[in-house]
């Protein structure tokens, strides 16, 4: 399972569903751990739309000072709520449409397991076994 949610990433629509902090939004690492000191109690649980000011944009005197420059530069190329209505979604990164991919996930698997275990992949794709195993 942990494997799966590291290929999990959420479009932002409205943003009242995705966690700040704690959802890959931004980039393929979760922004709580980029932070360069810790992050505020109160903004822990921030969804990105309680960030998000409709008429001036984003509220950067909440976190700006916690994210290194390239993340600060990332978020000011998003804006939220320009689809008003559009939920945020769960997608599948690596796929262009966003659906699951299995080989999306063993490309997550393998990155996640030491390199010595590469000579063992052949073996189990090559196996005389049925697909469902």
Known sequence: MLHLKAGVRTEVGHGKTTK??????????????RTLQNITPTSQDCTIDELWDAHSGWKWNLFANLLPSE?????????????????????????????FSLKR???????????ETDHV???IWAAPLPQRI
């Open 71 to 99: 993340f600060v530069k990332k978020i000011a190329g998003y804006e939220v709520g320009l689809g008003e209505g559009k939920d945020d979604q769960l997608l599948w990164s690596g796929a262009s449409q966003g659906g």
């Open 121 to 123: 992949w052949p073996l």
């Open 105 to 115: 996930d063993v490309a997550i698997i393998r990155r996640d397991i030491c390199v």
């Open 20 to 33: 700040f902090w704690f959802h890959n939004w931004v980039d393929t690492t979760l922004l709580c751990k």
